[in-house]
């Protein structure tokens, strides 16, 4: 082999080497994006099935026997509140704040709603909220809805607010 | 600048620009689904329609207060603890439009909204049947 001979093939070598380079970090550059966008679709997919399941939720939370009226799509506010003292759990509360709200009859406390509160002659603008699940967290994903109430101690109705802070 | 260099230079390009189409139509092809949120302004609507039916405002039925403001044309009452008792049920930004007709003529109207999710519901008193409607856009 003459001495022009080995520097064109070290010449050869050295693009060869040059492109593979080039090549390979193309590679890790593609992998690294690759992963990028399925950790986040990942989490994406994650964050709408607890949209999902919340939304679920947001439907037949008024239908569970242990809280629903007898005939009507309502929460029975009674019902509600041995409920809450039962310290009753389903799966699907999990990872979830549920809280309902009275909105009409408007509220003149900003109380949590408690078995002595509700007989109380007061009820139920004496306080708020009926609790039914709490969780801890940060920056909770909130979806409400708008809910029917009943009030089996004057036979009336009112308004709440189902919020589902999801986390 | 050789053949072969300029042949690399090409390729190189090419696949570069591969991988840009390709992360492009990576980020842009997932399709963000409307489902779930049509489905809970849905049950929200219902909901919400199913509620109003049902109290009592200043002691009065809601289809007491509906025939009220059909044969007296009396809607004070629903003119002035309607909006109240909405934007509290509803998020504050949400818009809406309240309908109550009788034979298809609407009589009694709430708030302003286009178009979005509906739901009907009937109601009947002394003989009347009226159509109550509520729209959340």
Known sequence: ?167 | MKKAQTEILGVVIIIALLLVFGIFYLKFSSNTSTLIPEMRTNIQTNNLLQALLKININNEPFDSLIYKCYSKKDCSTLNKELPKIISLSLNNETQYKFTISENNKAFFTLGSCSSGITANYPISKNGLIFDTNMLIC
Do not use: R, W
Request: net charge positive; with cysteine.
């Open chain 1, 1 to 167: 082999m003459t001495a022009h001979q080995s520097t064109k093939a070290q010449l050869e070598m050295n693009e060869t080497i040059i492109v593979l380079f080039i090549v390979f970090i193309i590679l890790i550059i593609s992998i690294f994006f690759y992963y990028q966008y399925s950790i986040s679709n990942v989490k994406k997919t994650g964050e709408e099935t607890l949209t999902t399941s919340s939304s679920v939720l947001l439907s037949s939370i008024g239908s569970l026997p242990d809280i629903s009226c007898n005939k009507e799509n309502c929460i029975d506010t009674i019902k509600l509140l041995a409920f809450i003292n039962q310290n009753k759990d389903y799966p699907i509360f999990d990872k979830k704040t549920i809280t309902i709200e009275q909105v009409y009859p408007q509220p003149k406390l900003d109380k949590i709603c408690t078995p002595i509160l509700y007989n109380d002659v007061n009820f139920p603008t004496n306080c708020k909220k009926f609790i039914l699940h709490k969780n801890q967290g940060s920056n909770p994903k909130i979806i409400s809805t708008p809910i029917s109430l009943y009030y089996p101690q004057n036979k009336q109705y009112g308004i709440g607010k189902l919020i589902i802070e999801v986390y």
